[in-house]
C-alpha cells in the first residue's frame, strides 16, 4: 500500500502552527533572560554592599564616592591633603572596595600613591599627583572590565578614550553600571567644603575626601541608599561611570531635591537628560551625566546601607527618591512607598 505524503496545505499548517508556538514561547524564554540577568544585577550589588561593610569593618566608616578629585569650586576649597594643597589623585571608591571583593590581585596591583586619572577641571585643584602621566602606572588595573561592575541587562558600551578632554581624559577606561549615592552633592564637592558649610541633605557617598560612618546614619539603613544602577549609554560617550578611571562623572549618582533646582527631574529614575537647559536635543530620551538608570522594566536595582538590594520603580514619588538618597534628614518612609 502506497503512503500518501502531506499535501502542500498539510505542510503549510504545520509550519504555521510551529510559527504559533514560536511566538508565544519567544516572549516567555526573553522574560526568562530578563529575569536571571536582573537576578545577576541584584547579586552583583549585595556583592559590592558586603565588600562596602567589610570596608566598613577594618576602617570603622564607608570608604569616599572619589579621593582628591578636581572640583570646580574656587578658593578656599582646596584639596588639602597630606600630599600638597590642591593634589588630585581621583581614586574611586570602587578601586578602594577590591581587596574585600575577591579581586585582591586588582587590588595589590593598584598603586594608591598614583592618581587613576589625570583629569582635572577648572577650579582650584589641578596638581595632578606625580604628573599627567604618572596614571598611566594603573591602566593595566584601570583598563580591564570587571564583571561584577556590569549590570547583564545594559547594552555595553566600549571603553573610553580621549587623550585631549582635560575633565575627561580617558585611556581605554573600563566602564561601570553601579553608581555611589551622593544626592545632590557630585564631585565638585570636597572635604574642605563639607568641613565649612556643613550640609545636613548629604548621602552616605556625598562629594569626595569624605568617609560616613554607620553611627551617623540617623535615617536608619534600610531607608538610606548606598548604591544604584546606571546606564552606560548617556547624552555625551564621555559621561561615566568608571570604576577605575576617575575621570569626571566616574563615581557619583545624583538626586536632586525639587528645592534645589528646578531641573531635578532630570536626575529622577530613568528619567531622559533635560531640553534645553542640558542638552540641545534628545530623540533616544538618553540620561544625563549621574542619572540613575536601568535597562529593567519599570525601574533599576538599589543598594541600601543595611545590604538589602530593592527595586525602585520609575514612578516613585521624587520626594521619596530624594529621601532615601539622604541619612540624616530625618524623613518618614513607608515600606510601600519605593
Known amino acids: 500500500m502506497r503512503r500518501r505524503a502531506f499535501t502542500l496545505i498539510e505542510l503549510l499548517v504545520v509550519i504555521a502552527i510551529i510559527a504559533v508556538l514560536i511566538a508565544l514561547l519567544l516572549p516567555a524564554v526573553q522574560a526568562a533572560r530578563e529575569a536571571a540577568r536582573r537576578s545577576q544585577c541584584v547579586n552583583n550589588l549585595k556583592q559590592m554592599g558586603l565588600a562596602l561593610h567589610n570596608y566598613l569593618s577594618t576602617n570603622q566608616s564607608f570608604p569616599p564616592a572619589k579621593l582628591y578629585s578636581a572640583g570646580t569650586l574656587s578658593a578656599p576649597y ?71 561592575f556590569v549590570c547583564p541587562s545594559d547594552v555595553p558600551v566600549p571603553a573610553y578614550t580621549n587623550a585631549g578632554s582635560a575633565p575627561y581624559p580617558g585611556n581605554s577606561a573600563a566602564r561601570t553600571n553601579y553608581l555611589f549615592c551622593a544626592a545632590q552633592y557630585y564631585e565638585t564637592y570636597n572635604g574642605t567644603y563639607f568641613q565649612l558649610n556643613s550640609p545636613s541633605d548629604v548621602a552616605v557617598f556625598s562629594g569626595t575626601d569624605t568617609s560616613t560612618r554607620i553611627e551617623s546614619i540617623k535615617d536608619g539603613t534600610s531607608n538610606t541608599t548606598l548604591m544604584g544602577e546606571s546606564k552606560q549609554m548617556k547624552t555625551a560617550t564621555a559621561y561615566g561611570g568608571y570604576w577605575g578611571q576617575g575621570l569626571w562623572t566616574s ?73 532615601i538618597q539622604t541619612y540624616k534628614q530625618g524623613e518618614v518612609i513607608s515600606s510601600d512607598a519605593f
Not at 572596595?97 to 577648572?122: D, H, K, R, V
Open 78 to 148: 582646596y584639596n588639602n591633603a597630606a600630599l600638597g594643597i590642591g593634589q588630585v589623585l581621583n581614586t574611586t571608591g570602587h578601586v578602594m572596595i577590591l581587596g574585600f571583593m575577591e579581586q585582591t590581585q586588582m587590588y595589590n596591583a593598584y598603586n594608591f600613591s598614583l592618581p587613576g586619572s589625570p583629569a582635572t577641571n577648572s577650579g582650584v585643584n589641578t596638581s595632578v599627583v606625580g604628573g599627567t602621566t604618572s596614571y598611566l602606572a594603573n591602566t593595566t588595573v584601570t583598563q580591564a572590565t570587571i564583571g561584577i
Open 251 to 323: 563615581s557619583h549618582g545624583m538626586a536632586y531635591p525639587q528645592y534645589w533646582s528646578t531641573s531635578y527631574v532630570s536626575w529622577l529614575p530613568n528619567a531622559p537628560a533635560n531640553v534645553p537647559l542640558q542638552v540641545t536635543s534628545n530623540p533616544n530620551l538618553l540620561g544625563y551625566a549621574w542619572t540613575m538608570s536601568s535597562f529593567h522594566s519599570g525601574g533599576l536595582n538599589m543598594l541600601f546601607a543595611d545590604g538589602t538590594v530593592r527595586f525602585i520603580k520609575t514612578a516613585i514619588s521624587p520626594n521619596t527618591w530624594t529621601a
